[in-house]
């Protein structure tokens, strides 16, 4: 247990600059305070006491303002700089060298049994303000910069950066029947991307005013074509009149 301490500690001088010593983490670090209330929680909760699990975390967030669910799954040298604001879901699985900053939620968008939350692999750094919503994975390596919305799996090393929030097609019905809540006020992967069918509406209103081009074009050009066989009979009706004696 003291060595996993330790290791928690010695972690904090890699990644933030201000640390200047074991007392001050100790004692001036939220992050590491909330992770301590945690490792606890989550002994309980493995052990079946999951109403004290649930007491011990929500003290850790009274104490923090940081909420970790005693369920979720962190491994070691985990960091969470700063710390205010961050919710880490029940199903939530965060590998080893993992840092959070300040206001970052791993959330779940769906009631469907089983995983919920997001996967941050291996030393993955996950920026302030931003969102990981549902069952996806955020490769080794890769980094979600501040306030970035996160909906997709992300590949290992990639950057992630940026706002995929829109309107989206469909919303107000993508609830759960039985409770009409909508978690996090985002829908299921399964709605359908409002960008797309946009554009697929887009390209469907083009192909039908090219076929009404092409049917005008047609009727103008057989009146065209009317029209001058008309001239053309009418010069020849006029040559075939008799000069007036």
């Not at 490792?39 to 007491?55: E, P, Q, S, T, V």
């Not at 923090?64 to 669910?69: A, F, N, R, S």
């Not at 074509?225 to 040559?239: C, I, L, M, P, Y």
């Amino acid at each position: 247990m003291f060595k996993r301490i330790k290791e928690d500690m010695d972690c904090v001088f890699g990644r933030d600059p201000a640390v200047r010593s074991r007392v001050e983490i100790f004692f001036c670090y939220p992050g590491f305070h909330a992770l301590r209330f945690f490792r606890l929680a989550n002994w309980l909760w493995r052990h079946r006491m999951r109403l004290l699990g649930r007491f011990v975390s929500h003290m850790g967030r009274v104490f923090t303002g940081i909420e970790i669910h005693p369920g979720a799954t962190i491994g070691r040298r985990f960091f969470i700089d700063h710390g205010m604001g961050v919710v880490i879901g029940e199903t939530a699985m965060i590998g080893d060298n993992v840092t959070l900053y300040h206001g970052v939620t791993l959330g779940g968008i769906t009631w469907a049994p089983g995983k919920r939350h997001p996967t941050l692999e291996d030393d993955v750094v996950v920026g302030a303000g931003a969102q990981v919503l549902g069952p996806i994975t955020v490769g080794k390596g890769a980094r979600v910069g501040a306030n970035a919305v996160v909906l997709k799996d992300v590949p290992a090393g990639a950057t992630m950066v940026g706002i995929a929030a829109r309107p989206a097609a469909g919303m107000s019905k993508d609830k759960d029947a039985k409770s009409g809540f909508a978690a996090y006020g985002t829908p299921s992967p399964n709605v359908a991307d409002p960008t797309s069918r946009s554009i697929e509406g887009l390209l469907g209103e083009l192909e039908r005013l090219r076929v009404r081009v092409e049917e005008l074009e047609s009727s103008d050009a057989g009146e065209k074509t009317q029209s001058v066989t008309g001239e053309e009979s009418d010069e020849a009706a006029g040559e075939n009149i008799p000069p007036n004696c």
